[in-house]
């Protein structure tokens, strides 16, 4: 176990100041010491004490000095005890509650000493409740710091984790969409302009020169149409979405139960980075099925419209098992209600017979 | 209730307790009277009271230093309950001792003493006060053996001077306007006002031993691991 490290605090100092303070009245009443002056003594004692041990609001200590501030009118060594509670006040920054310390020096003469008593013990007092202060606030400083560094450590991990999964899709989606590009665009080109070039040759051969040079012309024109697509396809390589339907798939009848998949609308409209959640959401759900619910079906539909992409995951485990909702909003949920919200998306649970995950993720217009 | 009954239960295990607290201090009982006062013994029996205290509170230096504090902590039992529990018990142990040493005092002195029941009530303060003493006195220390050889030296002083062990006529009456300062000082004091009737000086000895209990109290249950 790590030892914590000494740190000298301002609430001990104001107790080592206090039990000096405690010495120096007893200094002071020395000389006339009798049994009435120690009771009185170990009463104010006993009064610090118990504020010391016990959080005791610093109004009801002006019981206490009004008792000593009576007492002294007809006792004036007592007048020499109140500079305990100055102190005491000072460090809880209630100077107002002075007042009568002050107005009894003011009605019975003391003489000096009764002031430089008085005064050093304020000013202790708020000096170290200036300290104290400070320390407070910067204790809330570092405190919120830390949570801060906390909460982005954690997010940081996240972001880490989902780094390699997203790496992973966009390498297999650009492949796939470069092949799908290189056969649907070019491919027929070349590959005419292939056969064109052959039937050169074979009208060349034959002697047929007009035919000859007019299938060249063509081949040439594949080429060049060719060559163009090319540079379109380029220019406008578009995601393959069908990568992410079947991923999902995929994660639909690898699941331990038995799911039921259904998809509706567009799926063509889904942007990767909308795949992604999907696809992230729908894990998080199923792991989480696993852990806490033993259902007998599980549905996943997927609804496609021209604005807004529907995901709703729903199993009847909720009946088979004991795990209550907010069991079950762990950080997995969080985390994906927090992606969600970050894409003005939206994520709900409704659980009646059934724990449904209600997923609403918004299309954007346009490209 | 557990906790009470654990505390009892220890502390009566004990054989050297037993000696302490029910035996030895029935010697105090023999020793004759003062110069015009009351029997020497019943100042000296204070002695007795404050080591039974110290020999009580054991119990909780152990469970400090064998860490029991730290599984006692963990349970679903709170530190004002446990500390409670143990100092009670030792409280009636104390009781207990008190009553069978004013009983004894009665039966073998007989009417030496003016009123018994405030003598009765003078020890319970002081027991509560030594009680309180011990407590406080091992919150400062880790281990038992190490308090108590500085205990025993630090307590025997203590009682020298305070009237317990020697007369308080004995000092000088400006010294003895000082010793006052000691807790255990209160017990001859007390005494002293039994004997000559002074109910006010006895209930000033009274509220003093509280007073001096309820600080010592406050000071040594501090929750220490």
Redesign the interface.
């Known amino acids: 176990m790590l030892k914590k490290p000494f740190k000298i605090r301002p609430e001990m100092i104001y107790l080592l100041i206090m039990v000096i303070q405690l010495l120096l009245l007893l200094s002071v009443i020395w000389p006339v010491?009798?049994?009435t002056v120690?009771?009185l003594y170990?009463?104010i004692?006993?009064s610090m004490?118990?504020r010391?041990?016990i959080p005791i609001k610093p109004g009801y200590m002006l019981i206490d000095q009004t008792i000593f501030i009576l007492i002294s009118f007809f006792y004036p060594t007592v007048m020499f005890y109140l500079f305990i509670f100055a102190y005491y006040f000072s460090y809880k920054k209630k100077l107002l509650y002075l007042l009568p310390t002050i107005l009894v020096g003011i009605m019975i003469p003391t003489g000096i000493i009764y002031y430089v008593l008085i005064l050093q013990a304020i000013f202790s007092g708020i000096i170290l409740y200036l300290w104290e202060r400070e320390s407070n606030t910067n204790k809330e400083i570092i405190d919120h710091l830390r949570q801060h560094i906390y909460e982005l450590e954690s997010l940081q991990s996240r972001l880490l984790s989902e780094y390699q999964y997203t790496e992973q899709i966009s390498r297999l989606t650009e492949r796939q969409r470069i092949a799908e590009i290189l056969h649907d665009n070019l491919g027929h080109e070349l590959t005419a302009a292939h056969l064109s070039l052959k039937a050169y040759k074979a009208l060349l051969d034959s002697g047929q020169l007009n035919r000859a040079e007019e299938t060249f012309i063509k081949a040439q024109e594949r080429l060049e149409n060719g060559l163009k697509q090319l540079k379109e396809s380029v220019s406008h390589l578009e995601p393959v979405y069908e990568t992410g339907l079947d991923k999902l798939k995929y994660l639909c009848e690898s699941f331990i139960y038995p799911v039921y998949f259904t998809h509706k609308g567009d799926l063509l409209k889904l942007k990767t980075y909308i795949w992604q959640l999907i696809l992230m959401s729908v894990k998080e759900a199923l792991t989480n099925i696993a852990k806490y619910a033993r259902p007998d079906m599980v549905n996943i539909s997927l609804e496609v419209t021209d604005y807004i992409a529907r995901l709703v995951i729903e199993n009847d485990g909720l009946k088979n098992s004991e795990i209550r909702q907010d069991e079950m909003q762990g950080k997995g949920l969080r985390y994906m209600r927090r992606r969600l919200e970050a894409i003005n998306g939206s994520l709900s649970i409704q659980i009646e017979d059934t724990f449904k995950l209600i997923i609403i993720i918004p299309i954007p217009s346009g490209r | 209730m557990i906790l009470f009954k654990h505390a009892l239960k220890h502390s009566f295990a004990q054989p050297v307790n037993i000696l302490v607290i029910f035996i030895l201090p029935f010697a105090a009982l023999f020793i004759p009277f003062e110069v015009g006062g009351l029997p020497f013994g019943l100042s000296f029996y204070g002695l007795f009271n404050l080591f039974s205290a110290f020999l009580l509170s054991r119990l909780i230096v152990e469970d400090r230093s064998n860490k029991i504090i730290i599984r006692i902590s963990s349970a679903p039992i709170s530190y004002f309950q446990y500390l409670g529990s143990y100092l009670l018990a030792f409280l009636l142990i104390l009781v207990i001792q008190n009553t069978i040493f004013t009983l004894a005092t009665y039966f073998y002195w007989g009417d030496v003493v003016l009123n018994y029941g405030l003598l009765l009530i003078l020890y319970l303060l002081y027991s509560i006060m030594t009680i309180s003493f011990s407590l406080c006195w091992n919150s400062f220390f880790r281990a038992y053996n190490i308090s108590f050889a500085l205990f025993t030296g630090v307590a025997s002083v203590m009682c020298l001077i305070s009237g317990v062990s020697i007369p308080l006529q004995v000092f000088p009456g400006s010294i003895r306007?000082?010793v006052?300062?000691l807790p255990t000082y209160w017990l001859p004091s007390g005494l002293v006002a039994i004997y000559n009737g002074k109910i006010i000086d006895v209930i000033?000895s009274y509220?003093?031993l509280l007073?001096?209990g309820?600080?010592l109290l406050?000071?040594g249950?501090?929750r220490r691991y």
Do not use: D, E, P
């Open positions: 010491f009798n049994s120690f009771l170990l009463i004692v006993f004490v118990l010391w041990r | 306007s000082k006052m300062i000033f509220i003093v007073v001096y309820g600080i406050l000071l249950s501090k």
